[in-house]
């Protein structure tokens, strides 16, 4: 069947492989087994179609939608502040957050006190 394809079609079939295997999350040799397909020519689409991405991401053509599938969201925190700073006399300070512990606090400044 595959061999019958035109060229156009083949990358179709496999670049559809490629996109059906990432999604998955199996092997790809478990992928290959339970559709019928060999490892190593998958292998070849999934290398291709990285060629494919990086020749059309350098020539602009790829969607913002899908770069912005490249990036993972993060989650920002506001800054605690410093609600105490103890500087020692050597000269180094150790800030203290808001939500820092009083008797933590009292075992570290214990625990450098001469």
Request: hydrophobic letters at 30%; a positive charge.
């Amino acid at each position: 069947m595959i061999n019958k394809m035109s060229k156009t079609e083949r990358r179709e079939f496999w670049r559809n492989h490629v996109r059906s295997w990432r999604a998955s999350g199996i092997s790809q040799s478990g992928y290959c087994r339970l559709h019928g397909l060999k490892t190593h020519q998958l292998n070849y689409y999934i290398h291709d179609d990285g060629r494919q991405t990086n020749r059309a991401e350098a020539a602009g053509e790829i969607a913002s939608s899908r770069r912005e599938k490249l990036f993972l969201p993060v989650k920002l925190e506001p800054v605690t502040r410093v609600s105490m700073r103890v500087t020692l006399e050597n000269g180094v300070s150790i800030d203290f957050g808001s939500g820092s512990d009083p008797v933590w606090v009292g075992r570290v400044l214990g625990s450098i006190s001469p």
